[in-house]
């Protein structure tokens, strides 16, 4: 299916992020897989502060902007633009996460009313438009 500016909103989460950029498709569900084919991609700043976090203790090999630029280029990835100040409001409500990534990730998403495409069964369980 084609993306088109009617399409549904998909935030992706960060280790969904290093999968496509590794072309590693097999981890996704096909559910979360057609999402990401059929939505319009946007990821939380807070996904390129994390991928840089990973790259520089070495869990990944490329920077973060590295990555974000490829998949611009290959899947038309951008970056959500909501004020700061948004994200951490909803974000200090979340007390079911510990990982201060997860929680502006989430915030991002909520504030976006965007579906977000992540594995982790904690996002999953409290988050009501998570995907996978």
Known sequence: ??????????????HIICWLYEGR???????????????????????????????????ISRDGSYVLDALDKDIGLSVADVSLAQVIKIASTLSWARDPFDRMIVA????????????DRLIRKHCDRAVW
């Open 1 to 14: 299916m084609a993306r088109t500016e009617k399409s549904a909103l998909v935030h992706l989460d960060t």
């Open 25 to 59: 498709t097999e981890l996704l569900t096909p559910p979360a897989l057609r999402a990401i084919e059929s939505g319009l991609l946007q990821i939380s700043p807070v996904v390129q502060i994390e991928l840089t976090y990973l790259h520089e203790i070495g869990r």
């Open 108 to 119: 991002h998403a909520m504030i976006a009313n965007a579906a977000l495409v992540s594995k």
